[in-house]
């Protein structure tokens, strides 16, 4: 089984403070994903992935940046968090491939930030 | 990207089938059609993807109409257990990995 996991389930920060959110997948995927979700706003795109060392902005990258030195690992950054990045975020892999390409996640890691 | 539109919520007994609507009328000719879940307090789920033909797998089966705007999941013998958020995606590709872009889905309630 495809595994996702989180660096942590709940994190509680100050306004400023800055946050390390890792992501590791066990399934030598291409591809990984960062998440957030609101409510009412569905889950939204914030960072991906395709390969080490490369990054693609999705459609909510202010504030955020992110770093995969490794394949199975994917950080998201939140360089000086404010309180409108409390959220959820999920963390996602997949495979690479045209025409498939069924999304993993992660359990998610509740940030709240006061 | 191609947008989907869902009804919010819906209910179902249990043991009846769940017949959930997705349109997308922008769908262009290369784009899928995806369908996930999200449980409450955890990740989305993959349930079924589908390009033209009607899919079935062990979870569930897709129907796409012959134009593709619109397509629905069904869920031939919902249980407690699918209660959930239900996401139709159209996806799109850029380089080698597939974006998904989630909307807000339509919440099923599987009652008793």
């Known amino acids: 089984d495809v595994k996702v996991t989180q660096s942590s389930r709940y994190l509680v920060k100050r306004t400023g403070e800055k946050v390390f959110l890792e992501c590791v997948q066990d399934?030598?995927?291409?591809?990984m994903f960062w998440y957030r979700q609101d409510p009412g706003l569905g889950l939204r795109l914030i960072y991906f992935?395709?390969?080490?060392?490369?990054?693609e902005k999705g459609d909510i990258p202010e504030g955020y940046s992110v770093s995969r030195e490794k394949k199975e690992r994917f950080s998201l950054i939140l360089e000086s968090t404010s309180t409108n990045q409390t959220s959820m975020y999920l963390c996602?892999?997949?495979?690479?491939?045209?025409?498939?390409?069924?999304?993993?996640f992660g359990p998610g890691t509740r940030l709240t930030v006061l | 990207d191609a947008k989907t539109t869902q009804p919010p919520s819906m209910d179902c007994a249990e043991g009846r089938a769940a017949n959930l609507p997705c349109n997308h009328s922008?769908?262009?000719?290369?784009?899928?059609v995806y369908w996930y879940r999200q449980i409450h307090s955890q990740g989305p789920q993959y349930i079924i993807h589908g390009l033209k033909n009607n899919e079935t797998n062990e979870m569930a089966s897709l129907i796409i109409t012959e134009d593709r705007k619109s397509s629905t999941l069904i869920l031939p013998h919902a249980t407690l257990r699918d209660t959930a958020v239900y996401y139709c995606i159209v996806s799109s590709h850029t380089g080698t990995a597939s974006k998904l872009t989630f909307g807000t889905g339509t919440r099923l309630q599987v009652t008793l």
């Open positions: 992935s395709y390969d080490v060392k490369m990054k």
């Open positions: 399934m030598d995927h291409e591809n």
């Open positions: 996602a892999s997949s495979s690479s491939g045209f025409s498939y390409n069924e999304q993993f």
């Open positions: 922008t769908i262009s000719g290369n784009e899928y």
